[in-house]
């Protein structure tokens, strides 16, 4: 189990681990219109949560116990292990304690990365659902269906399965036996 698998804040949507992040990424790069990746998102990491000693925000200062703030969306992403992360020569203006082999170096070249999966989804999208404009859609309890011309989106947010047919064109994460599992996502193609 990687580092990335671990949950990191309880106070997140999901709980975090490589599932999630693909499963959000394939609800993302399977939704018609624009796509729009935040810094870190490829690589699975979430927001840093930054001691009020490395806050230099005023924003941030004067409202601290309120959340997060925005200083800690600016935390660099890793580029490379070791201690600069590969992205300054000196010491960066915010403190970088990103988890070991989450850099941009070691998921590049991983088979099953967080960053080798956003690209593959979006090659997917970019190939496949491009031209498939959205038909409809429903939602049956914590299940969404996206209708697109020549292509059926399943999103199941739930935890638990749902069924599902076998052989989708894409999915985030592993079919169980005629079943969509909890936190997946699947494209099947006509």
Not at 118 to 144: C, H, K, M, N, T
Request: negative net charge.
């Amino acid at each position: 189990m990687s580092s990335h698998d671990q949950p990191r804040h309880a106070d997140t949507v999901g709980d975090d681990s490589d599932r999630d992040v693909r499963f959000l990424a394939t609800v993302l790069l399977t939704a018609p219109g624009p796509t729009i990746l935040y810094q870190r998102e490829e690589l699975g990491l979430g927001q840093p949560r930054l001691p009020r000693a490395a806050m230099t925000d005023p924003l941030d200062l004067l409202h601290w116990s309120d959340g997060p703030g925005r200083e800690n969306a600016r935390v660099p992403i890793p580029w490379a292990e070791g201690r600069d992360q590969g992205f300054w020569i000196g010491r960066s203006w915010l403190p970088m304690d990103w988890p070991r082999g989450a850099s941009v170096a070691v998921q590049d070249v991983g088979r099953d990365t967080n960053l080798t999966f956003y690209r593959r989804a979006a090659a997917f999208r970019r190939s496949r659902l491009r031209d498939r404009p959205l038909q409809g859609w429903s939602r049956e309890g914590e299940v969404i269906r996206l209708m697109r011309q020549g292509a059926t989106v399943v999103l199941n947010f739930g935890t638990g399965p749902v069924p599902a047919d076998p052989d989708p064109a894409f999915a985030s994460g592993e079919m169980g036996d005629g079943a969509l599992p909890g936190r997946t996502a699947a494209v099947w193609l006509d």
